[in-house]
Structures are given as C-alpha cells and as structure tokens.
C-alpha cells in the first residue's frame, strides 16, 4: 500500500507484508485453544509464588497537592469516584522549563514546577461540555495527556477524554458490536505561545472510538521518549486501547477489524488513515493487510493500562495489563504481538464457556507453541483469601511504571518500578530477569516506603484511605513520583534505604559454643560437644503462653542486646517427613514469657510456622510482613543441610530482618518496638537441631 502524500515515506517492503499475513494467520487460528485446554483441571492459585521481600525502602516528599474536583456531569453513586483529585499521571514538558503536566480526571489539566502549587492549564470538561462524561466508570472523564517532542517549537499535544453518546451527534470512526454508549476521544491541541502557563490556541479531533461499556477505555497515549530525531518511531504516537469491558463475553480483542483490546500506533502528521485526520505508518505490522486495520500495533489486551519504554539498551517497551478476577501481568511489547486476551489471562488459558466462574482460570495446552500468544515476562495473582468467594473481585489492579535509569536512586537502576492501583502496594523486577519467550516469570519484590521524617509508612497511609488509586509519574531526569487520587497528592521518591541497616559492627562474640555459656530450658535435653549447640531431644510444652518449647540462652556477653546482629548456621535433625519441623533463633530474650523469635521451618502455610514473632506474657503474636493470613514467606529449611541465618535487629526502628544462606535480600521482615533489649537464644518448638559458627555483632 503507497503511502498517501500526507504520510512521512517509509520504506514498506514486501517482507514487511509477508511477516504481517503470517500474523494475521496466527492471529485466525488461535481461538480453539481454550477448547484444547478445557480437560485440563481449574487453578485456584495460578501463581503461588509471592513477591519476596526486596529490603529496600524508598523515601518519599510530598511534592504537590491538588484542589478537590468533583466527576462531572454526576450525580456520583460509586463511592470509588468520590476522591480528592482523579489525578492519574506526573510527566515534565519537553521544553526544558521544568513544568510537569497532570490530567484529572474530572476534566482538569494542570502544569506544576517544583516547590509551586499546581496551575490550572486547560478545562477539559468545560471545553467539551455536555457531552463531556465521567461521574461512572473508573476510567471516564480526561484520561492523558502526552506532548508532542517538538512541543517547544509547535506548540502540539494531545488528549483523551470521554464523551456519553446520548449527548453527541458525532459518529465513531470505530465501534464495537454491541451497542455504542460512550466515545472516547483523541483531541490534538496547538498551543499559540507553548511556554504560557494557560492554553489559548487551536484543536481538532483526530480519533473517535465507541465504547459499550463504562470500563476499558482508551487508557495512555503518549510519544516513544527513546526516539531521537532521526528515529522513524519519533513523532508516532502510541494508543493503548481497552477492551471495553466486553472481551470476556467474545472474542473482539482477537479481532484485527476492531481497536478494541490494542495498542495502536498512529502519526498525527499523516492523512492515510479511514477519516483522513492521521498517518498509519507503513512499518506498522498490518498496514495494507486486507481487512486488518493498520493502526495496529500489538494486540489480545484486556485493559493496557500504562505503557513506557526502557531508556537504556535497546529501549524495550512494556505494557501493564489489568486482568480479569485473577492475574496482573507486564508483557514486553514488539510489533504484531498477541498477548492472547480474551483467550488467555497472562499465562493461563481464560474460558470464557466456564458455567462457573471460578473455574476460567486452566493451565495451557501441551501444544500451545502454535498458537503464537505472547506472555508476561512480570505477572502476579489476585492471592485471595481462603473464604473468598471466586464470582467477586478481590480487587487487585496492576498499574504500569518504568524501568529506573535516572541518577538519584543507585539501588533502582535497571528495575522495573510498578505496583497495585488498589492497595497500592509498590513492587519491582530486575530486567535482567523479564526474559520473554523465557517460559518463566520474573521474580518480583516488594518496596517499603518511608516519608520525609523516616517513619515506616504505607501508600494506605499516605493517601489516607484504604483504596491508594496508586499511580506514577516520571520527569525528563528519569527521577519517579507516586500519585493517589484519593488525597490528591503527589509524592516524589528522592532516596533509597536498606531496611534493618543499624550500626552492628563495634563488637562481635564468638567462640561461645562451650556449654558453659548457654542456659537451657531444660539442660538434659542439649549437647555441647565443643563446636555446637545440639538439641538432641525434642521439647515439650509447659505452662503458660503459647511459645516454643525449649531453647537455650546464651548467657556470654552483654546482658542486654538493643542493636544486634546474629550470624550462625543451623540445622534441623528431625527427618523431612515430619513436615511441621522446625528451628529458631531467639533474640531480645527477658525471661521465659518474654522474647522474640524467628522461626524457620519448612511449612508456611499455619500461623506459627516460618516466620517472626513476640512473647510478651502473652501466647505469641506473629509481626512479620510476609504473613497474608494464609501463607508466610517461602520455606526456610526443606532439609537436613547447614543453613546460615543472619538475624538483624534495631532497636531504635523496631526494624527485623532474617536473611537465609547469604541471599543479599531478607526472607523476612518486621517491625516492632515491643521489646527494646535482651540476650539471644537458639532451639525449638517441638523438633530437634543444631547451631555452630555463632557470632554476635553490635555497636
């Protein structure tokens, strides 16, 4: 297909077009793939595993805070909806003169410059009013807004917003099947003056999308940031469009006729498109393939809810996918993709046929290399409780970040940054590790969070409400900031710090394994042949608190430990087939009723096993992070092998971390100020053990 004279020419070989019907091809016989995996049993837990525990805290500012604005053309009903400020993205101008652009959804777009208070910039909703609509859906109103990488010299940018169909006579460009009930709307803006501080210029339309439903909309749009000026990618711009709530009911984000379920890739400056507003660049992947639309890029998406783009090596492109009631996912994107929604949800085949719905979540098919979809190289499930009921979300969400590459936070650099819009829990992954086509997810890790003053907090207490709206932002240096609706207030993340990194290293004891420095519960139960503490026969419950069984002090040393740090190595001699088996280390030790404790198990699925807890005259309170109420961190000990433990304890924090045969990140983690002092300890609950090489460090 020649590219019309509004189009930049590009080259558009004929191998582009072979590679483009081999797609399409693939994309037509993918659909019977559920039907092949439909013999395969239902998963309850797609993905067991949790994201660890990383040891890193990031030290967050409040950088900006916005006026409360309420979703027009209302009345509201859903609570979700009634925030501060829709506030959902942070970007810097290409203009170099610092101000930072972000969209409310309510209609609002406003500029903001380090140490100011945001600045009204444009009305969205004033402007398109009355057709201008976001008071249903978590996703209506002014969606983004993205700038033109020529902005300074042209002024350009470009929005989206929603409109309800009832209150317009305009047309789509593209619709779904179903019925049409809102639009939603890609506006290009040329500012007259781009570096005044309130719009006055000029704007036309250039795409209109019908929607069924109030979800899945047209989510980001933005500019590839890599493209330098004589890249071809430079100046096309990205759409990554929902599904419109309809992909679990049919197949239209299998559909290469729909945009529905997409990324698009579109050049403003052209004309070749269907309404003749916009270029379809001809390296797209189906550009001039018969009844594809060329404005495809990527596709099989349930709801792209942020994209970005690597700004180191060959500037991979990622794209955060919202799933249905059980997987988050992070797909690397190329050209012609399929990530395989609504046949697949991340790496799992998704029944939509599935009479009940907590049975659509199936493992693939032994052959389902044919089918050519494309999986997560990041992904994570919903992790319900055990009583959930599986027809209801649990509510999760995944919202896309960016890889870290930015000069102020050494210890993020070449992680994926992201975290859950919901809880707003914040997680990364090394991209060393997002290895696609792998087979294999990579390993995600939690990130702690601390304000300005070094208190501990969570995203729930800075935006004081259980539901975060959780949301980046990234400036032209690379440097990251945290949004919430809920407040309306922005965060910028300026440091970086270990957990649990108190002064240890004044002194360190060791050499202390004669029995004559230990205090056993029970004497006639332990061993000290010289270079070990042998529990050789297993304790049994006393009175009082629930608390291990037997133990033995180490009597050596200061009387009192506050900071400290235990180094040893342990074994559990009870043989692997007694499956609640188990060792601990003591520490802040008082007296019999009162100490702390981690335990180390091969079981982490109880309340008592693997993890880190108080006796404070009271049965023992479990204060690790890593206990969801149905499982702990993973398995500490599975065998009958030496494994060495590092305990660290502030006392000033309240800080805990337990790190397991030299990992450089904890297994586990807590906070607590229960007990500020005490000796260290080591023995059981109910099993047998061994511990050599102790050494002891404090200040």
Request: with cysteine; glycine share 10%; aromatic share 10%.
């Amino acid at each position: 297909m020649a590219a019309s004279p509004g189009t930049r020419p590009r080259a558009h070989s004929p191998l582009i077009l072979l590679i483009a019907l081999a797609l399409l091809l693939s994309a037509l016989v993918a659909l019977p793939g559920t039907a092949l995996a439909a013999a395969a049993g239902p998963l309850t837990d797609p993905i067991p595993e949790r994201p660890a525990a990383s040891g890193i805290g990031l030290t967050v500012e409040e950088y900006a805070s916005f006026p409360k604005t309420d979703p027009p053309p209302g009345p509201v009903t859903d609570p979700r909806l009634m925030r501060q400020a829709r506030i959902n993205y942070l970007s810097e101008l290409p203009d170099r003169s610092g101000r930072k652009a972000v969209p409310d959804l309510n209609g609002k777009l406003y500029l903001v410059r380090d140490g100011s208070s945001p600045r009204l910039y444009l009305d969205i909703a004033a402007t398109f009013s009355p057709a201008f609509f976001a008071s249903r859906g978590l996703g209506q109103g002014f969606g983004f807004v993205t700038f033109d990488p020529d902005f300074r010299r042209n002024g350009r940018f470009y929005t989206v917003h929603t409109e309800l169909a009832s209150a317009t006579t305009a047309v789509p460009d593209y619709r779904q099947q179903a019925s049409t009930v809102y639009h939603g709307i890609v506006t290009e803006w040329t500012a007259t003056d781009p570096s005044a501080d309130t719009f006055s210029g000029t704007r036309r339309e250039i795409l209109r999308i019908g929607f069924t439903g109030t979800i899945h909309g047209i989510q980001q749009i933005d500019f590839n940031p890599t493209a330098g000026p004589h890249d071809p990618d430079r100046g096309l711009l990205y759409l990554a469009v929902g599904d419109g709530g309809q992909g679990v009911r049919n197949t239209e984000p299998q559909s290469l006729s729909l945009p529905h379920g997409k990324i698009l890739r579109i050049d403003p400056r052209g004309t070749n498109s269907a309404n003749g507003k916009y270029g379809i660049p001809p390296d797209n992947p189906y550009a001039g393939v018969p009844s594809a639309l060329g404005e495809i890029y990527a596709y099989g998406l349930r709801d792209p809810h942020r994209f970005s783009w690597d700004p180191a090596g060959s500037h991979r492109m990622y794209v955060a996918n919202i799933g249905q009631h059980a997987v988050e996912s992070v797909y690397e994107v190329r050209a012609g993709d399929n990530f395989g929604w609504s046949e697949r949800e991340g790496p799992f085949v998704f029944d939509k046929t599935a009479t009940d719905p907590c049975d659509q979540i199936l493992p693939l098919p032994e052959d389902d290399e044919k089918y050519g979809y494309v999986y997560p190289v990041v992904a994570y499930d919903h992790d319900p409780p055990a009583d959930w009921n599986c027809t209801s979300d649990v509510g999760r969400a995944v919202v896309g970040g960016f890889v870290y590459r930015g000069s102020d936070l050494p210890a993020l650099r070449g992680k994926y940054i992201f975290g859950d819009i919901v809880d707003g829990r914040l997680l990364f992954a090394d991209t060393k590790d997002m290895r696609r086509g792998s087979g294999q997810l990579a390993q995600l890790y939690d990130l702690m969070l601390y304000d300005a003053s070094g208190k501990r907090v969570t995203m729930r207490d800075l935006a004081q409400d259980p539901r975060v709206d959780l949301h980046f932002g990234r400036d032209a240096e690379g440097e990251l900031y945290l949004l919430s609706k809920a407040n309306g207030k922005i965060w910028k993340i300026t440091g970086t710090r270990q957990f649990a990194s108190c002064d240890t290293t004044g002194s360190r004891l060791t050499h202390v394994m004669d029995g004559r420095n230990w205090a056993p519960v029970t004497p006639s139960k332990w061993r000290f042949p010289g270079r070990e503490a042998v529990l050789a026969e297993a304790g049994v419950q006393r009175p009082g608190p629930r608390r291990p069984y037997e133990y033995a002090v180490l009597t050596a040393g200061p009387a009192a430990y506050g900071d400290v740090r235990i180094d040893a190595e342990v074994r559990i001699d009870t043989p692997v087939e007694t499956t609640n088996r188990d060792v601990i280390v003591v520490f802040d030790y008082q007296s019999d009723t009162r100490f702390s404790y981690v335990h180390l198990s091969q079981d982490n699925t109880i309340y008592p096993h693997n993890g880190i807890f108080v006796v404070d005259d009271a049965d023992r309170l479990r204060i690790d992070d890593q206990w969801n109420g149905t499982t702990g961190a993973p398995p500490a000990i599975t065998d009958t092998a030496w494994h060495k433990v590092r305990v660290v304890r502030c006392a000033g924090t309240g800080e805990i971390a337990v790190y397991v045969d030299g990992s450089k990140r904890p297994l586990m983690t807590a906070v607590d100020t229960t007990l500020a002092s005490g000796r260290v300890g080591f023995g059981s609950f109910d099993n047998t053990g061994r511990l050599r090489g102790l050494r002891v460090s404090s200040p």
